[in-house]
Every structure is written in C-alpha cells, then in structure tokens.
C-alpha cells in the first residue's frame, strides 16, 4: 500500500485541556492565583472554560474527573522570575524551586488545585560554547536621560551597560530587536521616569 503524501499544515494555536472538579475554583485559582485571564466561559451553568497566559490559551474541563497522572504543563515566558516572585506571593504551591536546568532552561513548577504540575520556563541565552572576544573602549557619549533609561535597563535584564549595548548592536545588525513585549512595556515606564519626550529619530535633532 502506497505511504499517503502528507499535505501541508499550519499549525497556529495549540491548546491543552485539564480536567477539574470544580470550574468556579480553577477559574478563581488560575486567573487570581497564577495571573491567568479569563477568556471565556461555556455551558449554562459554565462547564468549560479558556483562560490565557498572554497569547497562550488552556482550557479547564468540568465534564470529565480530574486525572492528573503523567500531565505537565509548560510554559514558554519572557520573565521567570518575575512570575516566580508573583506565584510565591500569591501562596501558590511551588513543587520545585527555580533554577537554572542542563537542558538551557531557567524554570519552576507549581502544582494547581487538581495536582496538575505547571511548569514555567525561560530559555538560557548563555547556553553553547565561550565565544573568546578581546573588547576595546570606544569613545561613547549619551543624551543624559537617555543614559540613566539604559543604566536602569541594564540592571533589570540583570547585565553590565557594556553587555546590554552590544545584545541590542547584535539584533540591530539582523534587522530584529532584542526585547520582549514584557520588556518594552518596561522600556515605556523608564521613558516616563526619565521625562524622555522624543521619539526614535529624536538624535537628528540633538544640540548641545
């Protein structure tokens, strides 16, 4: 029998569904607890539901008993210890602290109130082999309130300035930026904090 020509697919979303005892409490635990955000509900009264981890959806299933037994779930974010201070505040049950893992990840796993075990991971940049570099000083003067948004950039992404400037020279040169939408949102806060009023092209207009 001839093999079938597989066709081509795109895969957009992918959703994982648990199964829970009791819709009401998982929607308050997921939404209040973890900083998920209610979707939608369905079923009258509400059977089913969707909640969202920024573009990332799961659904919580009512209609079927709870079997967490060789289920994790897994999830890709920009911030992992962000979330892992938000969780630990929030009192939710961490089943494994956060660390860095020898598979290039920095994670953490909590367990919901059904025992599902949720995973949340960053991927580790520093993962592969030393790049040996020999670096020079290079004459380098900033607009002053430019210069303390990057100080303050540099500390947040726990890197030196040095470090933070050649990442972003590095994407530049591949036509992408190097920041997360988190990161950005925080990029926007500094440029409040720092009374910074002009826009991208602003260093055409620089007089001293």
Known sequence: MATA?????????????????DLAAAI?????????????????PPVFAGVNLDRTQ??????????PTGCCLFFNVDDV???YDFHRANGVGIAQAVGDRAWHMRDYTVRDLNGYYLVFG?????AGPPIHIQRVDV????????A???QDLAAHKRMTVSSCLEEMLLH???????????TLRYIQELKRKHGIDYDSHGSYRFVE
């Not at 308050?28 to 009258?44: I, P």
């Open 5 to 21: 020509t597989k066709p081509p697919v795109e895969c957009t979303q992918q959703h994982a569904s648990v199964f829970v005892s």
């Open 28 to 44: 308050d635990f997921y939404t209040q607890k973890l900083g998920f955000a209610l979707a939608f509900t369905w079923g009258e």
């Open 58 to 67: 799961i659904f919580l299933d009512q209609q079927r008993p709870p079997n």
């Open 81 to 83: 210890d962000a979330l």
């Open 122 to 126: 960053q991927h580790l940049l520093n």
């Open 139 to 146: 004459p380098v003067r900033l607009e002053k309130r430019l």
């Open 148 to 150: 303390a948004l990057l």
């Open 172 to 182: 530049t040169n591949d036509g992408v930026g190097p920041h997360t939408q988190t």
